[in-house]
């Protein structure tokens, strides 16, 4: 089946730290892999997305590469801002087992001055 | 503001009890899609409807149902509640029925079962 096994947390950076989540998936078909953030009291937005092996999404700093030989779709930034501080889920979607969304649990990070 | 909006923002009620959850999609969008968010269960996808179809189920309880109506807005109807019911409720719309698309998600209805 599909599922999505994220790092867990909470992650604690100091300001400019170079942040790593991780995202290992399990799919039957070829799924499209998403990158979403929460910010407090607020719903999910989309942060970024890759729908093929060895894409790259990249939105506002942030990075990941779809590698399909190691089912991953690891999270990255350079230097991340206070602003960064929220909860990443890594999610994916397969149209080839019906159309459903599968979500990590979650990584809270918080970014300190 | 991602568009899509959710009515009520909160719902308290007792176990056994009936609720009915509204979302409106974006302007333009077909798809709607329902999620539970809880501590212990984490993002579950629930359902998914596309023009007034359903498309896609998920970890869906047979106590609850969804649907969507002519004007795209669709309702999640969740009865005999129990205390594990409790969850933040969020719903998300899309332009396509395809989940490769991005979805814009509302700001969620938390409901708290006593």
């Known amino acids: 089946g599909n599922s999505v096994t994220q790092m867990e947390g909470p992650v604690t950076l100091s300001e400019e730290a170079f942040l790593t989540i991780n995202c290992t998936y399990t799919?039957?078909?070829?799924?499209?892999l998403f990158w979403y953030v929460q910010y407090p009291g607020e719903g999910l937005q989309l942060l970024l997305k890759?729908?093929?092996?060895?894409d790259k999404g990249s939105n506002k700093g942030f990075e990941a590469t779809y590698r399909k030989e190691t089912t991953s779709f690891h999270l990255e930034k350079g230097s991340v801002q206070v602003s960064d501080s929220a909860v990443y889920f890594c999610?994916?979607?397969?149209?080839?087992?019906?159309?459903?969304?599968?979500f990590g649990t979650g990584t809270s990070l918080t970014v300190i001055p | 503001d991602s568009g899509v909006t959710q009515t009520p923002k909160h719902l308290i009620t007792a176990t056994g009890q009936r609720v009915t959850l509204r979302c409106s999609p974006r302007?333009?969008?077909?798809?709607v899609y329902w999620y539970q968010q809880s501590l212990d269960q984490g993002l579950q996808f629930l359902i998914q409807?596309?023009?007034?179809?359903?498309?896609a189920k998920g970890n869906i309880l047979e106590r609850f149902s969804a649907q969507q109506f002519p004007d795209l807005h669709s309702e999640l109807n969740l009865s005999s509640l129990e205390l594990g019911d409790s969850a933040l409720y969020f719903c998300?719309?899309?332009?396509?029925?395809?989940?490769?698309?991005?979805?814009?998600f509302g700001p969620g209805t938390r409901l708290t079962v006593t």
């Open positions: 998300a719309s899309s332009a396509t029925g395809l989940s490769s698309y991005e979805q814009y």
């Open positions: 799919a039957t078909g070829y799924p499209s």
């Open positions: 890759a729908t093929k092996a060895d």
């Open positions: 999610a994916l979607s397969d149209l080839t087992t019906g159309n459903q969304f599968y």
């Open positions: 302007s333009g969008d077909l798809s």
């Open positions: 409807y596309y023009n007034g179809e359903e498309r």
